[in-house]
Each structure stands twice: as structure tokens, then as C-alpha cells.
């Protein structure tokens, strides 16, 4: 296991990209291997305390990261621990491996990512899961799992994958969302699904009304939340249980086609 203790929890923003398991083989490269600090650059070296070998497919981050922006970016193998809150863009496009936030992730969590798993245990900012301006695709594989709530836009222009918010989300949640999995088990923002092609939305706690642009279909059973069930007690235990064992089915945005899914549970 490699350990890189943050020297100092303040200052300015480090961009971390480049550094995660797999990228080195030597301790010797990876301490002189040179981040973006502010408008400078400084060696892993002079802002981490490094312990144990790189080459290891287990590393941990410690100490207050809030300031360090895009760990894990780009991640493909391995597993990255951080103990303590970390900085924007944590686990974006990510491919594979998994990451663990043992506190609160700043917005941007899991941008554009294409496999992997995130599990946060705090909350999570703005845009978790989304696409980038400009994009046309958020998260297209893998999985997000925030223990507290999301902000704004979670599941932006989402293609593929699942994110769930266990303890809720912002406004505009699966925003322009192409497909794909998102689901909530407590308070949601309004808006919800807004200018959505296809996927699933399953809110299941307290939530705003559907956007206008949704028409309810119908009250759906067990047998079409089945495989929602599974998929939410594979990924949070016995916690997916909470999923309801009939929801109102909405469909919509119409004024995009009208083949996305929300679901809510029954007032």
C-alpha cells in the first residue's frame, strides 16, 4: 500500500491529474513527478509525505484533500482510498478500478467516467456523474454511490451506469440524461428529469412534482421495480429494500420523445 499524507491542508488548488496506481513503477519518479499548483508547478514530493511503493494497486490519500482537485482522474486499475474530503472533478472519466471518499467529494464527482465504482460516505457537490459544457455525454459505465446528498444536475447528460444519492439530491436531477440508472432515497430538488431522452429516474423519498413536460402512466408493481431492487441491493445492502414495492410511473420529457422513466413512490 502507498500512502501520500498532504503536507499542508491549505493554499492553493492542486491538480492531481497523473497521480493514482498504475501510473508509476519507482518511488523515485513519483516523488520528482511535478502537479500544477495555483500558477505554479511543485514535485509530488514537496506537497505529500510518501510512504510504501507505488507499484502497489492500493494507495491512500490522507489528510483534508478539499483542495486537491481530479484524483483519480482517469483511473483504470486499482483502488484509491481517500481518508478525508477531496476536491472537484474526483474519479472523472475514469475506466475501471474503484475509488473510496471517506468524507464529503466537491462537484464534478465522477464526470464523464466510462467504468469503476465511487463510493462517497459523506455528500457530494454539483454535476456528480455529469457531462462537462460542451459535452454531449456524462458517465456512460460504472457506478456512483454517495451515502449523503447530491448537488444540482446529478446525472447530467447521463448515457450509462448508475448513480444513487441515498440521502438526496438537488434541483434538475438527470438533466438532459440519455439513459442509464439514477435513483434517491431522500429529499429531491425540483425538476427532476428535465429534457430527458431515456433512462430511469427512481425517487423515492420526499420529492417535487414531476416537470410539466411528464404525463403519469400508471401505478407500477413489483415486477417492474424487480430488477431496480437488485441492482440498489447489490450496490447498498439491505438498504435497496427501501425501494417500494409499487411506484407511479411518469414518462417523459415529452417535449424530447417521452421515453424516460420517473419513478415516485405513491403520496
Not at 128 to 139: C, D, L, N, P
Amino acid at each position: 500500500m502507498l500512502t501520500l499524507q498532504l503536507k499542508k491542508p491549505d493554499g492553493p488548488r492542486i491538480d492531481a491529474r497523473g497521480l493514482a496506481p498504475g501510473q508509476f513503477t519507482d518511488i523515485d519518479l513519483l516523488a520528482a513527478f511535478s502537479l500544477p499548483v495555483g500558477n505554479q508547478r511543485s514535485p509530488v514530493a514537496g506537497l505529500f509525505d510518501i510512504t510504501g511503493h507505488p507499484a502497489d494497486a492500493e494507495w491512500h490519500l490522507t489528510g483534508d484533500c478539499s483542495r486537491v482537485d481530479y484524483a483519480g482522474h482517469g483511473l483504470s486499475n486499482g483502488r484509491l482510498a481517500i481518508d478525508g474530503p477531496v476536491g472537484r472533478h474526483c474519479g472523472a472519466r475514469m475506466r475501471g478500478g474503484r475509488i473510496e471518499v471517506s468524507s464529503d467529494a466537491d462537484d464534478w464527482l465522477g464526470a464523464e467516467m466510462r467504468g469503476g465504482e465511487i463510493r462517497v460516505r459523506g455528500d457530494a457537490g454539483r454535476c456528480a456523474g455529469g457531462g462537462y459544457t460542451g459535452s454531449k455525454f456524462g458517465m456512460r459505465g460504472g457506478s456512483i454511490v454517495i451515502a449523503g446528498r447530491a448537488g444540482p444536475e446529478a446525472g447530467r447528460q447521463m448515457r450509462r451506469g448508475v448513480l444513487i444519492a441515498v440521502g438526496g439530491c438537488g434541483e434538475l436531477a438527470g438533466y438532459q440524461m440519455r439513459a442509464g440508472t439514477l435513483l434517491t432515497f431522500g429529499p429531491a430538488g425540483g425538476n427532476p428529469g428535465l429534457e430527458m431522452l431515456r433512462g430511469t429516474i427512481g425517487l423515492f423519498g420526499k420529492s417535487a412534482a414531476p416537470p410539466a413536460t411528464f404525463r403519469r402512466a400508471c401505478r407500477a408493481g413489483l415486477t417492474s421495480v424487480r430488477l431496480l431492487r437488485s441492482e440498489a441491493q447489490r450496490l447498498l445492502g439491505a438498504h435497496g429494500r427501501c425501494i417500494p414495492d409499487e411506484v407511479d410511473l411518469y414518462n417523459g420529457d415529452l417535449l424530447r420523445g417521452g421515453r424516460g422513466e420517473l419513478l415516485m413512490t405513491p403520496d
